[in-house]
Each structure stands twice: as structure tokens, then as C-alpha cells.
């Protein structure tokens, strides 16, 4: 009898407590309750949340990279094509980008969206190369800007020295009369004596190389003619028609700049989409490595936390058998 009054007292105030299951519903417990009977329950929650944000972010980067590779293929051959356009221009006007002249223009050809990897950044440092080339007492340099993302890091710098800024170009499918229009303002909106458009230049889908294209303008051409230079053998050429020399070498200024605005704008619409499937599929993978080690880091802890309650459970048995 004295043992087991020793015994009620023993269990006396765990069975008259307001609630008396309380300790062992850690595992079923709601995570307002679960923070208050410790934190060991709460972190596989946690785990479990990270594990679901890092699955959810890896099915995004995926289908990216698929829209991506869609794009690839619809532009690629639109580039491919337009390479013809402007290599007639360059046999007979040539392309010299060390000429000296007096008015720069830098048109800079960069994408509207990010997660692209490093092209937009490449075709703001070589732009930047160019104007510090070009710069002095008496020359001038001025940007024109293609895409948000070049218009984003040259506004820091050179807001001053920005003529012409264009977005949302790739909104509609690219095609040679959008293009055309687009090169038309460009012209009667500028002075210059050399236009120098920078783009990078498609290669492969993890590949491509930053490109600067130069369009001259009629009295520079036909000066460099006149003096014997890399455009002497112009003169050969005979003209027809009733069309004077300076306004045939309007006529082809105008004419090369499109086709070279057309083919620099698909190289670098081409150029963007390669570096965003390869950007996504690294994130895919990236996240699929960090799926794993959260998936081990849950595993870990979960079976840390069955331990716990295995050794509490045995504890509290061998208590009772005491």
C-alpha cells in the first residue's frame, strides 16, 4: 500500500494537469504550437518549404529554357539568311572602323529582358571602348540605344550623350520593313559621319562574339574614295541613269545601313536566346543540386527527430517500470 501510494504521488500532477497529452503531440501539433514545444519539429517544416520554393523555381527555368529554344530556331534562320544582305555592301563599300571622323554615332544593339547572361553587359563595355577611342577635342560621340537593358547602363553614365532610345523591339516577329523604318528614323533623327553598331554576332548556342559593323556616311565615302584609300576602287564602278554620284552613295549608305541594322538586330535576338537557354539550363541544374542537399538535410533531421522521441518514449517507459 505505501508503494502504491508512492506511486500516486509520483503521477498525482501529470493526471490532475489542464492538459495532460499535451507533450506528446509534438508531431501532430500546428506550427504556432510546434514553435513553442521546440524548434527541432519546426525545422522540417522549414526544410520541407525550401525543398518546395527550389522545385517550384527549377519547373520555371525549365519551361524558359524550352520557350527559349523555340525562339532559337524561329530567328536563327531568319539570321542566317540576312548575312547575304549586307556582305555585297562590304565587298563594294567596305567596312573600316579605324576611319577618323568627326561625329560618331554608337548604336548599341542589346536585348529587353535579363536572365540572358552576359551579352547586354558585353555590348555596353565595347560601346564604351569606342566612344573613349573616338573621343577628343574634335570629335563628337553619341549613343543610340536598342533594348532596356543597354538604355539601363548607359543612363548612369552618359545620359548627356544619348540621342535616340528604342524598346520593345523584338514585341512583334522581326522582319527587313519593321527594321527598314526603324534605320530610316535613326538617320533623319542623327548627324554623323560614321555610324558603328555594336551587337554580338551568333555562333552557337553557347557561343557568340561581339561584333562592331561600320556604316559611313555619303561625303565621308566619297572622300575616302577621292583619296586613294581602302575605298579608292569606287570609281571604277560605272553609274547609270540620270543619278549623280552623291546621290547613288545616299541611296547605298541608306540602303547598307538597314540590311546591316537588319542582320546585327537577328544576330543579337539569336545571340540573346542561346545565352538564355544555356543561363537556364545552369539554373536548372543548380537547382536540382540544391533539391538534393535539402533532400538529405530533411532526411537527416526528420530521422534526428524520430530518434528524440524513440529515446524520450524509452526513457519515459523505463521511468514507469522504475
Known amino acids: 500500500m505505501a508503494a502504491l501510494r508512492r506511486e500516486g504521488r509520483r503521477f498525482a500532477a501529470p493526471l490532475i494537469s489542464n492538459n495532460p497529452i499535451k507533450p506528446f503531440r509534438s508531431s501532430f501539433a500546428p506550427a504556432e504550437e510546434q514553435a513553442l514545444l521546440g524548434v527541432r519539429s519546426i525545422s522540417t517544416q522549414i ?27 524561329a530567328i536563327q534562320t531568319k539570321a542566317e539568311n540576312s548575312r547575304g544582305l549586307w556582305q555585297p555592301f562590304t565587298a563594294l563599300l ?23 547572361g552576359g551579352i547586354n553587359s558585353t555590348s555596353v563595355k565595347i560601346s564604351r571602348g569606342i566612344r573613349k577611342l573616338n573621343s577628343g577635342p574634335d570629335q563628337e560621340s553619341k549613343y543610340v540605344i536598342l533594348g532596356e537593358k543597354a538604355k539601363v547602363q548607359l543612363v548612369r553614365d552618359s545620359k548627356n550623350d544619348i540621342e535616340l532610345i528604342i524598346t520593345e523591339l523584338q514585341k512583334n516577329p ?4 519593321q527594321v527598314s523604318v526603324l534605320a530610316d528614323d535613326i538617320l ?38 577621292e583619296s586613294g584609300g581602302k575605298l579608292g576602287e569606287l570609281d571604277s564602278y560605272e553609274i547609270e541613269g540620270g543619278e549623280t554620284k552623291s546621290e547613288v552613295l545616299q541611296n547605298l549608305t541608306e540602303f547598307q545601313f538597314s540590311c546591316v541594322m537588319f542582320n546585327a538586330v537577328l544576330e543579337n535576338a539569336c545571340s540573346e536566346q542561346g545565352a538564355r537557354m544555356s543561363a537556364m539550363d545552369s539554373s536548372s541544374r543548380n537547382a536540382g543540386e540544391m533539391l538534393d542537399r535539402l533532400t538529405l538535410t530533411y532526411n537527416r533531421t526528420r530521422q534526428a527527430s524520430i530518434t528524440t522521441e524513440l529515446i524520450e518514449i524509452i526513457s519515459g517507459a523505463s521511468a514507469l517500470e522504475g
Open 188 to 225: 533623319k533623327n542623327v548627324e554623323y559621319d560614321a555610324l558603328r553598331i555594336v551587337f554580338n554576332k551568333f555562333q552557337s548556342v553557347v557561343s557568340f562574339l561581339p561584333t562592331t559593323a561600320t556604316v559611313l556616311s555619303p561625303e565621308v565615302v566619297e572622300k575616302e574614295a
Open 174 to 177: 522581326l522582319n527587313y520593313t
Open 47 to 73: 526544410v520541407r518549404n525550401r525543398m518546395k520554393s527550389v522545385r517550384n523555381i527549377q519547373k520555371i527555368t525549365k519551361a524558359m529554357k524550352m520557350v527559349a529554344a523555340s525562339k532559337l530556331r
Open 94 to 116: 567596305g567596312d573600316t572602323p579605324s576611319v577618323d571622323v568627326k561625329k560618331n554615332v554608337i548604336v548599341t544593339i542589346s536585348s529587353d529582358k535579363g536572365l540572358c
